[in-house]
């Protein structure tokens, strides 16, 4: 049993930035793919990027178009996701998860999900 816990989430002014974190409760074993999810009103839940714990290796979805980075911190157990150039289409409520698939973008093969943070870009 994997728990995630994500904070970071606010409101931003359009251009502004944010860095979510997702903390886990252990170190997630070498071959876990943590993610970062989204999901605005109305809309399906959205991969946004995800890294793989023990190489380090990183995906992007293509709305994150080198605006987004996701990091991790071993020390810490800790996931980041650094929002940058902000808009109102962000808007959303994101999610950090594991998964042990290699289907990375799929949020279906996702095993545990945090609570998710809310991120809203209003001026």
């Known amino acids: 049993q994997v728990q995630l816990v994500e904070s970071g989430g606010g409101l931003v002014q359009p251009g502004g930035s944010l860095r979510l974190s997702c903390a886990t409760s252990g170190r997630p074993f070498s071959d876990y793919t943590m993610g970062w999810f989204r999901q605005g009103p109305g809309q399906e839940r959205e991969f946004v990027a995800a890294?793989?714990?023990?190489?380090?290796?990183?995906y992007y979805a293509d709305s994150a178009g080198g605006r987004f980075t996701i990091s991790r911190d071993s020390a810490k157990n800790t996931v980041y996701l650094q929002m940058n150039s902000l808009n109102p289409e962000d808007t959303a409520v994101y999610y950090c998860?594991?998964?042990?698939?290699?289907?990375?973008?799929?949020?279906?093969?996702?095993?545990?999900w945090g609570q998710g943070t809310q991120v809203t870009v209003s001026s």
């Open positions: 890294i793989i714990w023990g190489g380090g290796s990183t």
């Open positions: 998860a594991v998964t042990t698939s290699w289907r990375r973008r799929d949020p279906a093969r996702y095993d545990w």
